[in-house]
């Protein structure tokens, strides 16, 4: 899920935001007024919400966070500045044509040079006094030998104090480290309770206003049906009497059969 970012909101500051969000829901029921604030949402719920009300919530804290970036752009700023100018001061060191170049690169060269020298004119020399009889120059090797160690010794002397004027020298310059409860800290700190006391809080505490949506009517349940399917007629309708009112009874009447006239003729008079 991705939140919503404000426009003034960097991208480097998402995290520290959604740090504070974090910690703020979960010390939200201790809060006066939010005590029963997950009998409606639950924690997913509320922080779904609030990422995207990132943009309100931000600009709430928007003074805060102007001044927090501030320090921090100057903090880089000074690291910046210290970190060429010591990439300057090593670049003026190397640079032969410079004079101060030059003496730092037979500063450092010099004793090494001459160290090697010295060891391999003492071991030669010392070789070639164990010869039976030893040459007249094993002497002269040995001396020369020690020359060089002494000249080894003075440049290692030299690049010592050499060394440590520079540090010295870069110590000054330098920008020092702050404390940990230091200006950039504090700044973090003044945004992160804008956004809680300002931005968080007065969110949540209007998603507890809202009313509550209206809730969905229940779907009608249809009634269960049978396994055998219903054909398409239906059985006659055998009801039974109602019962206390007599049934009527069928009539039946007899055929009316009436014997033929076999009477004699009747005499009219003539």
Not at 25 to 38: E, I, K, M, V
Not at 178 to 197: E, F, K, N, Y
């Amino acid at each position: 899920m991705h939140m919503n970012v404000a426009p003034h909101l960097l991208t480097e500051d998402r995290a520290e935001f959604e740090r504070v969000l974090d910690e703020a829901l979960r010390s939200a029921h201790d809060r006066p007024g939010f005590a029963h604030l997950g009998d409606r949402f639950t924690t997913a719920q509320l922080r779904e919400m609030a990422l995207n009300a990132t943009a309100l919530i931000t600009t709430a804290a928007a003074v805060e966070y102007d001044h927090f970036v501030k320090v921090r752009e100057q903090l880089r700023s000074a690291s910046t500045t210290g970190a060429t100018g010591a990439g300057e001061a090593l670049g003026g060191t190397a640079d032969p044509t410079d004079g101060a170049g030059v003496v730092a690169i037979v500063t450092v060269l010099a004793p090494i040079l001459a160290g090697t020298a010295a060891v391999l004119l003492l071991l030669v020399g010392a070789v070639l006094k164990l010869l039976d009889p030893a040459p007249a120059f094993a002497d002269t090797l040995l001396t020369a030998g020690l020359m060089f160690g002494a000249v080894a010794a003075a440049g290692l002397i030299c690049a010592a104090v050499g060394l440590l004027v520079t540090a010295l020298r870069n110590s000054a310059t330098a920008v020092p480290a702050g404390p940990p409860d230091d200006d950039l800290s504090r700044a973090r700190q003044a945004w992160g309770r804008a956004l809680v006391d300002r931005g968080i809080l007065p969110f949540l505490h209007d998603v507890l206003a809202a009313p509550a949506p209206p809730a969905l009517p229940k779907p009608r349940q249809q009634p269960p049906t049978g396994r055998i399917p219903k054909v398409g007629y239906s059985g006659p309708d055998f009801s039974s009497p109602s019962e206390g009112a007599p049934a009527p009874r069928p009539t039946f009447s007899s055929p009316d059969f009436s014997s033929p006239d076999f009477g004699p003729p009747e005499h009219h008079p003539e």
